[in-house]
């Protein structure tokens, strides 16, 4: 995404609500600072590449973005040291490009202050964050550029700060002065493809919709659009433009990355975790069955019992001996056993047989653990799959909670105990009816077999490891509206599915009675009487959307 200096104006004039604030406190991540104003909201200033911008967010989104940064840029310490105690007195664009600067005034004592600045630059890879005191003279700046980097002006601590170069075009006021259309694109304040659009259109159009933007004016009522990648907002919306569901454009170009990113990492983290535990599953399932296919063990017995019967004639100090008997059949053999020379005959039938119940034990062991180790292998294979396909905040946390890698507040002494949560699942409410989706194979287990009652339909998508998804109809229903929820389901099914990246998929459904615990089996349960649908893993997005349908992430019926 791109966007002009139209747009950091409009910023400015947001961050203009923090206005006569105090900084509280200053915290920072990766290529992002927050300052916090108190009960206001707090400021996000990012000099990153992909998501440079300056935007208000929430203290709940501050927390989320803290609890995923890897590390703390060394600027972060001076703006605490400069402006946490100092008042928010100006906020302007500078030059009418893409700069930004923050004033901030501090009473030192006496009745006397200090005046400090600090200035973003929004320039994709170019962005920048300083902090400048009065005399214009650079405190610290998050980005040095040195003279052999850059050779039309250094960046350093204790440096005089100079502007990056300005845009040599003509000012708004001169062009409204006379408008003309051929000259449009070189109006200074404004981004190429948004100049570019308007060059095409009517010369009246262009003039009131340049005319609303600086001189005292406010983007009150300004509609957010995206031009291709070029996002910008204007006082109509342009033919040519898409509106954005997200109106503020700084959240959405400053936030938004980071949060997904930090979302992103989060999930390939809870991913890592268990694909790990299936590695570990699968190797002790190797060796478990390995352990099962040794068949030394009746070997040892064997020699055991021939050494026994042939007490009287095995010599004592030999290595080996060859010794006549008869096998389990009858057959009579013929074996050369190995002998310890420093036991006597009778210490080596011991050992024999001793190694014989030490195999024999460790195999029934083995093939207890073993059908354990495979449910545990079915459980993890279907969590992989869930995993994969979590594209909400609420519904990865309830994974992390279940993985134990959550980070969960201390909690206050006296408080209150928590109780646990409840298996990672979803529910949406319909005025008539209810739905539930398994996020784990707890969550599945517990959907079907503690949330739904035997009359509800359960819904699973064929042969792929995925959500159980529980149909509960408050009412009687239409057959057109049971066959829309059907599909609602079913689509969620298919989402929460290994088969999510497909367009079509086939969906099981029948009534809960006829879904019974099985271990090994598709789901892990087996199923009879069902039916089948096609469905699309899209089609319940489009749904809640419309819909706006309430949900809950834990919350028992």
Known sequence: MSFGPELIWIWSKELERCRGRRAQRVDGGNNSVVISFGTASDMLLSWGAQNCGAALISQKEKKSFLSSVSQTPPITNALRSHLTG?????????????????????????????????????MERFSNILLVDEDGN?????????????????????????????FDGTSLEEWLASPDKSSIQKIAGFGKPLLKLLSGAELDKAVSILGSFYGGKSPSGFVPQKIGRYVTSLPELLPEAEALEDEDTGRMIALAPLRDAAFESRRKHAVRLIEKEITRRERQAEDIERLLSDDRSGLYRQYGELIVANLWQVRHNVEETELNGYDDSGKEISLKVPLDPRLSPSQNAARYFAKYKKITAAQERASALLATVKEELDDQREALALAWSISDAESLLMLE????????PAQKRGAKKKSPPLPPHRRFEFDRALVFAGLSSKGNRYVTFKLALPDDLWFHAQGVPGSH??????????????????????????????????????????????????????A??????????????????????????????????
Request: aromatic content about 8%; overall charge positive.
């Open 86 to 122: 100092a008042e928010l007195s100006l906020v302007e664009q500078l030059r009418r490009d893409r700069i930004l600067k923050l004033t901030f005034t501090k009473t030192v004592g006496a009745g006397f202050s200090v005046t400090k600045c600090l200035i973003i630059e929004i």
């Open 138 to 166: 650079i405190i610290e700046t998050a980005k040095h550029i040195h003279p052999a980097d850059n050779s039309y002006r250094t960046v350093l601590p204790g440096l005089p700060y100079h502007l990056p170069p300005a």
């Open 401 to 408: 909670e279940e993985l134990g890698t959550a980070k969960v």
């Open 469 to 522: 998804v529980i149909l509960r109809p408050l009412s009687a229903l239409a057959e057109d509206e049971l066959n829309a929820f059907k599909d609602f389901c079913a689509s969620l099914a298919a989402y929460y599915s290994k088969a999510r990246e497909s367009s079509r998929q086939r969906v099981d459904y029948t009534r809960r009675r006829y879904v019974s615990p099985i271990r090994g089996g598709e």
């Open 524 to 557: 892990n349960v087996t199923y009879k009487e069902f039916s089948t649908v096609a469905g699309d893993p899209l089609l319940w997005q489009r749904w809640k959307e419309l819909n706006s349908l309430p949900e809950s992430g834990q919350t028992a019926p």
